[in-house]
C-alpha cells in the first residue's frame, strides 16, 4: 500500500487497533443464553456482524420489537455494562502502536468509531493511544448506527479533499463510510467481519494486520 497520495488516515478502533471480538462474542452468548437463544461460534459471528448494531442483533437470533417482544435497548445496555466492566482485560493489537509511530507527525490520524464519545477517550487513554491521534470522533449515544454522521459533519466543516482521505478498518461499514464521503478505503482481516465477507461483498484490498500495510 503506498500511502504517499494520501495526507489522512482515518482509522476504526474496535477490531482495527482493539483486539476485543472474542469479548464481544462472549458476551452475545451470554445475552443470547440469558433470552432463551442458542449462542453462536465465532465463524458464525464473523458472518453476521453488522452495522447497525440492531441488525446484527436481528441476525444473531434475538427477536426484537416491533416483530418479537425483546428490547433493543435493554440489550445494548447490558451489552455496554459488560464490555466495560471486562474491558481492562482487553490488549490493543501488537502492531498497534508501531503503525501509529510510522504516521505520527506525517499524516493527520483521525480517529472514527461506533462507540460512544467520552467511553472512547477513556479506552484510547487507557492504551496510552490517544495522544497518536490529531482527532478523534465517537459517537453520541451507546446504540452503535453509523460512523457516517460523524464523520461527515467533522470533513464538512474542516473543508476537506477526500481524495486524500484513507479509511482503515476492519468491516464494510468502514468501506459504507469512505464511499458515501468519497474517500478511499482498505480492510484490516482480523477483526469483526470474516475475510470472506469482506472479499465477497467489499470492494477494498484486505490485508492480514497493520504493519503490512507499511510493509
Do not use: W
Not at 2 to 24: A, W
Amino acid at each position: 500500500m503506498n500511502f504517499d497520495s494520501f495526507d489522512t488516515l482515518v482509522i476504526d478502533f474496535n477490531g482495527t487497533i482493539l483486539d476485543d471480538r472474542e469479548l464481544c462474542v462472549t458476551i452475545l452468548n451470554e445475552m443470547l443464553v440469558m433470552q432463551g437463544h442458542e449462542p453462536v461460534t465465532l465463524d458464525k459471528y464473523l458472518h453476521i456482524f453488522t452495522f447497525p448494531i440492531i441488525e446484527y442483533y436481528r441476525r444473531a437470533g434475538f427477536k426484537l420489537e416491533p416483530e418479537g417482544n425483546e428490547n433493543f435497548d435493554y440489550l445494548a445496555k447490558i451489552f455496554v455494562r459488560s464490555f466495560k466492566e471486562r474491558f481492562p482485560g482487553l490488549q490493543i493489537f501488537d502492531d498497534a502502536i508501531s503503525f501509529l509511530e510510522s504516521f505520527k507527525g506525517k499524516k493527520k490520524l483521525i480517529l472514527l468509531s461506533a462507540s460512544e464519545q467520552k467511553a472512547l477517550e477513556s479506552q484510547l487513554e487507557h492504551f496510552g493511544v490517544l495522544s497518536y491521534f490529531d482527532v478523534v470522533l465517537g459517537i453520541k449515544d451507546i446504540y452503535a448506527a453509523s460512523k457516517l454522521k460523524e464523520a461527515e459533519r467533522y470533513f464538512e466543516e474542516n473543508k476537506t479533499d477526500m481524495g486524500k482521505v484513507l479509511f482503515i478498518g476492519d468491516t464494510l461499514h468502514d468501506e459504507e463510510v469512505a464511499k458515501a464521503l468519497g474517500a478511499k478505503s482498505i480492510f484490516v482481516s482480523r477483526g469483526h467481519q470474516h475475510p470472506d465477507v469482506l472479499k465477497s461483498l467489499g470492494e477494498s484490498e484486505i490485508f492480514p494486520d497493520l504493519m503490512s500495510l507499511v510493509k
